[in-house]
C-alpha cells in the first residue's frame, strides 16, 4: 500500500534509555555455549552491551519520564496535546490501553485521543501514518507519539539467540502541522501467515499464562526459553528482511522520483549489524548513509531503534538542519514499511537517561 502525506512534520524527537546496562560478556555466563563461540557471534553480529530495566518498570514509566522532560524544557505544554497515539508490544496491562493510563498520569486534558497500537520492528514508521491521518482533523493540531517496549522482561535470559539483542527503550516524536511543500511518501505491507516467525506464543487469550509456559524448556542446542517468552525463528527474519525490504525501497524511491544519491540517510530498524551490512550491500546503500551501532550500545528495542538510530548519529545535524531521511521497519506481524521525508531542524533531538 502507498501512501502520501501533505504538511506533516516532526518537530521533536526525544528517546528515554534505561540507565542499567549489561555486557554481552555477562549475557554469556548464563548460556549453556561453548565461550570462544559465543564471542564470535559477538563480533559478527555487533553484540556488546545493551539496556534493560527493573523487573518492575513498565512502558508508561518510560513515556511519563520522556514526556515530563519535554514538558520541563518548555518543547509542548500538556494541554497542547490533541492525540496520543501509542505505539507498544509490550503493554501495561491487557486492558485498559497504556496510553490511557499515560494520558491519566500526566493530567492531560480530557478533550483528547488516546489510542495503543499493538506493533513491533515496524512500529515507529506504522505510528507516524496514525499521527499523519489524524493531523488531517482540524481539531488535532499535535500529536504525540511514542513508541515503547520493555521487550526484556519478556525474553528468556537463557536464550542467546534472543537476549543478547533485546535492549528496552522509549521514544517520543511531537508530529505536528507543517507548510504544504512538506510531502511524505510512504508504503506499507503485511503477511499474518508468517506471524509465528516472531511472536510470544503465551500471555493472550490464545494461550493464557500458566506454570506450564513459565516452564524452561531446551529448544535445541541448549538454548532455553519458555512459551511466555519472545521466540524467533533466525534464519527465516533474516530471509524476510533480505527478500522483501530491498524491492520495498526501491518502490518508495521510485514513488518519489528520488535515488539513494540524493537521500542523505537511510535510518533503519536495528536488528543486528550483520543483516544491516547485507541489507545495505542489497540495495546499494553506502554503509556512511545508513547508522549500524545502535544494538552494540543500546540493544534491539524493536521500532524505537528508527529514533534511537536518529538521535545517536544526527542530533547535531538535524538540530541545525534539514536532511531528506528514508526510514523502514520490518518484522513481527510480520510487517514492513519505509517512508522518505525531510527531517529538521528540530526544536529537540536528544536522549535522556531513565533511573
Known amino acids: 500500500m502507498n501512501l502520501f502525506f501533505k504538511g506533516k512534520r516532526i518537530s521533536s524527537l526525544l528517546t528515554v534509555v534505561p540507565a542499567r546496562e549489561q555486557s554481552f560478556v555477562e549475557d554469556m555466563k548464563r548460556f ?3 565461550e570462544a563461540r559465543s564471542r564470535k557471534l559477538m563480533q559478527v553480529m555487533g553484540y556488546d552491551k545493551h539496556r534493560l530495566v527493573d523487573a ?3 512502558v508508561s514509566d518510560l513515556a511519563v519520564f520522556g514526556l515530563e522532560q519535554l514538558f520541563a524544557r518548555k518543547v509542548i505544554a500538556r494541554d497542547e496535546i490533541d492525540a496520543l497515539v501509542l505505539v507498544t508490544q509490550t503493554p501495561d496491562y491487557l486492558m485498559p490501553p497504556t496510553s490511557s493510563i499515560v494520558q491519566g498520569r500526566l493530567g492531560l486534558k480530557q478533550d483528547m485521543f488516546c489510542m495503543d497500537i499493538n506493533q513491533g520492528c ?3 514508521v506504522v505510528g507516524l501514518i496514525q ?3 489524524l493531523l488531517e482533523q482540524p481539531n488535532i493540531r499535535r500529536v504525540a507519539l511514542v513508541n515503547a517496549d520493555v521487550m526484556s522482561r519478556r525474553t528468556s535470559p537463557r536464550d542467546r539467540n534472543s537476549y543478547p539483542l533485546v535492549g528496552d527503550a522509549a521514544s517520543i516524536a511531537i508530529v505536528e502541522s507543517a507548510a504544504p511543500d512538506r510531502v511524505v511518501h510512504a508504503n506499507l505491507k503485511m503477511d499474518g501467515t508468517r506471524h509465528a516467525a516472531l511472536m510470544i506464543p503465551a500471555g493472550g487469550m490464545r494461550m493464557p499464562c500458566s506454570p506450564a509456559t513459565a516452564e524452561l524448556r ?3 542446542d541448549h538454548n532455553f526459553r519458555a512459551l511466555d517468552h519472545l521466540k524467533m ?3 527465516e527474519v533474516f530471509t524476510f528482511v533480505q527478500t522483501e525490504v530491498p524491492p520495498m525501497i526501491t518502490a518508495l524511491m521510485n514513488q518519489a522520483e528520488t535515488t539513494i544519491d540524493e537521500i542523505d540517510w537511510f535510518l533503519f530498524h536495528q536488528p543486528n549489524r550483520f543483516m544491516l551490512q547485507k541489507l545495505a550491500d542489497k540495495i546499494g546503500i553506502p554503509y556512511g548513509k545508513l547508522p549500524m551501532n545502535v544494538v552494540e550500545k543500546y540493544g534491539n528495542s524493536s521500532g524505537v531503534t528508527i529514533p534511537m538510530a536518529t538521535v545517536e548519529n544526527l542530533r547535531e545535524v538535524l538540530t541545525q538542519h534539514e536532511a531528506l531521511v528514508c526510514l523502514a521497519g520490518f518484522g513481527v506481524g ?3 514499511g519505509s ?3 525531510r527531517l529538521g531542524p528540530l526544536d529537540v533531538c536528544e536522549m535522556v537517561q531513565y533511573s
Open 32 to 34: 549453556d555455549f561453548p
Open 131 to 133: 499521527a499523519f491521518m
Open 339 to 341: 517512508m522518505l521525508m
Open 334 to 336: 510480520l510487517t514492513w
Open 233 to 235: 525463528e533466525g534464519s
Open 122 to 124: 515496524a512500529g515507529f
Open 56 to 58: 518492575d518498570t513498565c
Open 218 to 220: 531446551d529448544e535445541g
